[in-house]
């Protein structure tokens, strides 16, 4: 059990650019979500795959985030003509079982310039 | 997110107890959970109660659960230094799908 790793663990863009993160869950953990976590706030749920079927998704999220679980696996977070506003940390977590502990990975730190 | 409330500082002497509290949203969630965040680190799962609980009792943990008050409670029996960080609380919402909602956070100061 390597736990759940992200890549980058940085990013730092241009506004107007896409940028695509990465998370590699916990084998054997059925359930993936995706978080955004800003200075002094808690972690903001942005969408949530249950295997490669992405279940949930926050009705604050902009039409310019997208998120892939293409075989139930790894999972992919794309944010398109990013802004300043995007700024964050990007956090992943993954879970299984009845009482959904979450497991969570270390984070990208985005920078939008 | 979605109003889950929590009081944003709490300063205590090591070995003291600290109790931090929350208030949450919706009375169909299935599970309230406590996490740690300490500086530079991911956040670490403490602790969770069933909400058909009243309270539970891990090591120096002890959850309190007010259903009626939607009221969650975390008390840190011997405080310690190294239990300085962010805490918080989480519910699991049934009523939007198991969509997962944090309070923003309680910063831990302890005094040696």
């Known amino acids: 059990d390597t736990g759940v790793s992200q890549n980058p663990r940085h990013k730092i863009t241009k506004r107007g650019q896409n940028v695509t993160f990465r998370c590699d869950p916990i084998?054997?953990?059925?359930?993936l979500y995706w978080y955004r976590q800003t200075l002094g706030q808690g972690p903001e749920f942005l969408t949530y795959?249950?295997?490669?079927?992405?279940?949930?998704k926050s009705r604050l999220l902009s039409d310019r985030f997208s998120a892939e679980r293409p075989k139930g696996s790894f999972s992919t977070l794309e944010i398109q003509r990013t802004e300043q506003g995007d700024s964050a940390m990007y956090l992943c977590?993954?879970?299984?079982?009845?009482?959904?502990?979450?497991?969570f990975g270390p984070g990208t730190r985005l920078t939008v310039l | 997110g979605e109003d889950v409330e929590q009081s944003l500082f709490l300063s205590v002497r090591e070995g003291d107890s600290s109790v931090i509290n929350c208030t949450y949203t919706d009375s169909s969630s299935t599970y309230l959970y406590w996490y740690k965040q300490e500086p530079g680190a991911g956040l670490q799962l403490l602790t969770y109660?069933?909400?058909?609980?009243d309270m539970k009792q891990d090591q120096r943990l002890t959850v309190l659960l007010n259903k009626k008050d939607k009221h969650l409670s975390l008390r840190i029996a011997d405080t310690q230094t190294g239990d300085s960080a962010i805490y918080f609380c989480?519910?699991?919402?049934?009523?939007?799908?198991?969509?997962?909602?944090f309070g923003t956070g309680t910063s831990l100061t302890v005094i040696p």
């Open positions: 795959f249950q295997n490669e079927a992405q279940l949930e």
């Open positions: 989480a519910e699991d919402q049934a009523s939007t799908g198991n969509q997962f909602y």
């Open positions: 109660i069933f909400s058909n609980m």
């Open positions: 084998s054997e953990h059925n359930r």
């Open positions: 977590a993954s879970s299984r079982g009845a009482y959904n502990e979450q497991f």
